[in-house]
């Protein structure tokens, strides 16, 4: 929300340039750069750095315009300044953002034409506020907004439960994959708001926004290049009783355990049907018969495995090492599913196992 007399205050004149060029930079990077830089072993879903991108080119567009309808087309209109900023600002950067969040959840393809149809209204709001001069348009705005932000973040909350259960019935190995950190880009932006509105005026709230746009940046760029791209299974049968194969159980047994395959890392659902011959259908609702999820199942046996092995040669091997050799790439994903499946943390069951021996 640019005001005049940031014009006058040199310092934040090269903070709010810069900030307009970093989101620039970020944009290109994303959408030209082939490589990644950050985390070169993640593969990132390439639409979701496309929309990144584009939701970082509206908001350097952002810093344009707040610029260019305040002091050239109507430095002399407040109100009308205002509406038109404000309204490009929630056909743009405000949708592209809802966007981005929710592409970064891989376990369907949620719709993002209500999103569309939720803002039309703001055109109407806007058309009638410049029409009229009204003041209360301005805030018809902001209210209408923020009513549609509440609403956004309440079905994210929903759908963030929805893909954490999607990511432990089909993947063993979460880190990378977990996106709860979505919230605190939500919290980022709604920070900005909130800096304008309610905590802070004149110039401190200009500087801090333009410091959080910068967070934000930075924010957008690590989540899309750490967040490694998953391959969604086929939707599963409609069918509200699904035939199980009786030696599922006994395929398991055979060519997942004997065999240690749950040991690799990063396998999948579909990955282990295929091994034991079967379809992730079936093997989903044998578990689901068992009464455990897929995580469930592979995280118990790596668990299983790193005991045995403490106890073989736990004086000669950190825990780091005997976590990644029990099939963990990352140890606060071992600890965190050891407590889950022991019921202590893997501290006081190494102390207590010390003092046993």
Known sequence: MYELEGLNNVLYTMLYGAAAMAAIIAGFYLLLRRHNDIAPNITPPESLRRWAAAFLFASAASHVWWTAVGTVCLANDRLVRNIINLLLDRLTFMPLMMVVLLRMLQDRKRKTWPIVVALIPLIGIAVWGIVSHDNRSQFALEYYMRFICVCFIIYYVRALWQYNRWLHNNFADLQHKEVWQSLVFIACILFVYSAYTVFFDGMTSEFIAQ???????????????????????????????????????????????????????????????????????????????????????????????????????????????????????????????????????????????????
């Open 211 to 357: 410091i959080d746009t910068f967070i934000i940046i930075g924010f957008v760029l690590w989540r899309v290049e750490t967040l490694q791209t998953l391959d969604t299974p086929p939707a599963e049968s409609a069918k509200t009783s699904v035939y199980i194969p009786d030696n599922i159980g006994t395929l398991l047994k055979e060519r997942c355990e004997d065999t240690k395959f749950y040991l690799q890392h990063d396998i999948t659902l579909a990955q282990l049907a295929l091994v034991i011959g079967t379809n992730r259908t079936y093997l989903s609702s044998y578990f689901a018969q068992q009464g455990i999820t897929y995580n469930a199942y592979i995280n118990r046996l790596r668990i299983e495995h790193f005991i045995t092995l403490y106890r073989q040669n736990g004086e000669q091997s950190t825990l780091q090492q005997l976590a990644q050799q029990s099939g963990y790439r990352s140890y606060s994903t071992f600890s965190a599913n050891f407590k889950s499946i022991t019921g202590v943390s893997i501290t006081s069951w190494t102390r207590d196992s010390s003092q046993d021996a």
